[in-house]
């Protein structure tokens, strides 16, 4: 099973992007589903996290602009991202953990904010 992300591109400062992480088959007992970035010469760090019980967290420096969602059968990851800034280009990665603490990484997909 893979990981598929999609939805970077290039936005302006102060822009909105929506980023989806697809599975390309089923995979069980997930618990919990990330969004991590990588922003050029740093390292990854985790931007937002949705719980098995659907608790959500957020990195300091996205909160109250980006909202992470699954839909109702728990396979699909999305990140709404708005009021960008230029400190948040990166490649975005999401991330799955299963309760047996299987990893499953998407392939990156690159945001920049750029005027």
């Known amino acids: 099973v893979q990981l598929q992300a999609s939805g970077g591109g290039l936005v302006q400062p102060g822009g909105s992007l929506r980023l989806s992480c697809a599975a390309s088959g089923s995979i069980f007992s997930i618990a919990f589903m990330d969004w991590y970035r990588q922003a050029p010469e740093k390292e990854r760090e985790l931007v937002a996290r949705?719980?098995?019980?659907?608790?959500?967290v957020y990195a300091d420096s996205v909160k109250g602009r980006f909202t992470i969602s699954r839909d109702n059968a728990k396979t699909t990851l999305d990140l709404q991202m708005n009021s960008l800034k230029s400190e948040d280009t990166a490649v975005y990665y999401c991330?799955?953990?299963?309760?047996?603490?299987?990893?499953?990484w998407g392939n990156g997909t690159l945001v920049t904010v750029s005027s």
């Open positions: 949705i719980t098995r019980g659907g608790v959500t």
């Open positions: 991330h799955y953990m299963t309760i047996g603490l299987v990893n499953y």
